[in-house]
């Protein structure tokens, strides 16, 4: 492959820092890293608790275990979503309501919600795909209005910002993943934002098996017992040492990929101004985390991946909606007359776009990209 879809970030200063870890003799969840590292996710973000967690999905099942998901427990979730935003909630016995996207940010619709709110709705998630987003402060309303939690599945948004604040910190609670494929990692790991105060000691339970060790480590009582529902969400030392080198280079990293954003937004530009692609207008500060078009439909979609692929480029498509998958196909689904869960993730391409990635490649891409639209 001439250009890979991604190669994963490193920093180069991951080995210095789990080396420290070896010499502590200290592994497990929370150490000295992931305290120091929980202190430097809390000044990027705002959010004053953050806790380092397994993966992002392991940060959603904790949620939908702190909000106290139950069986016959309502939560809307978007179709156009990772499996995993879903999973975390129906594993607790929730019914999921799914709803349609935003085309153009592919964000759920906040107009359909109101149809999909019931008395049983327990929970929204709001997943802010590529780190864009737009509509937060209408679902944060309507969260308020009818006592619904809202859980913000900001996988994709470290370093994103809607207004100048983080995302994941409008939420009751945010979920950020830092598995290889995001723009800093440590293979595979996430952190829980929780901005409700009232859950964090809740949290602090349930993420250590939901026994009160934490209290236990604080000297503040002589043994940890079994409390409550929990499970081993905590993120080991050695994965939040290799994190922790990746977060002192996010601004680097944001830098960077944004530059090699606006490549592509330059080179793609006519072809959006005549009509025969189109991308995202940028509405919030986000994170370059995936750039993306749309071409007609999805034959013109899978013959451009493939002529893309022919050529030693290697572009992907993304979800497909949860409403159309085997287990998805069983809960309700609420869209307007057009599904732009379908027709969208249909004409969805997503291009190479990672920090070592040299901007000729882009060149190159961008005019692949106007030759395969000549031809
Ligand atoms: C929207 C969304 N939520 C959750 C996840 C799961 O993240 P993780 O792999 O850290 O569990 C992903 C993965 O990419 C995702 O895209």
Partial sequence: MKIPFNIPFVSGDEVTYIN??????????????SKKCELELSKITGCKT?????SCTSALEL????????????????SFTFVSSANAFVLRGAKLVLVDIHPETMCL???????????????????HYAGL??????VRELCNK??????????????SYYNNQHLGTFGDIGCISFHDTKNIQCGEGGAILINNKTLIEKIDVIIEKGTDRKAFLAGEVNEYTWKTLGSSYGLSEINVAFLLAQLKALKKVTKKRKSLYGLYQEALNPLKLSGLIDFPETVNK??????????????????????LLNSGIAAYTHYSPLHLSDKG??????????DYSKIESDRLLRLPLFFDLEPDKIKMCGALINQYFKK
């Fill in 20 to 33: 420290e870890v070896i010499a502590n003799k200290s592994f497990s969840y929370p150490g000295v890293f």
């Fill in 50 to 54: 953050v806790r380092l967690t397994a």
């Fill in 63 to 78: 949620a939908a275990l702190a909000i106290d998901i139950n069986e016959g427990d309502e939560v809307i979730v978007p």
């Fill in 109 to 127: 619709d906040e107009s359909l919600l109101e149809q999909a709110i019931t008395s049983r709705t327990k929970a929204i998630v709001l997943v």
């Fill in 133 to 138: 987003t737009k509509n937060i402060e209408e």
């Fill in 146 to 159: 009818h006592a619904i939690y809202l859980i913000e599945d900001a996988a994709q948004s470290m370093d």
């Fill in 286 to 307: 986000h994170n370059a985390h995936i750039f993306f078009i749309k071409l007609k439909d999805k034959q013109q979609r899978n013959e451009l991946e493939s002529y």
């Fill in 329 to 338: 196909k069983n809960y309700p689904y609420f869209c307007f007359k057009r």
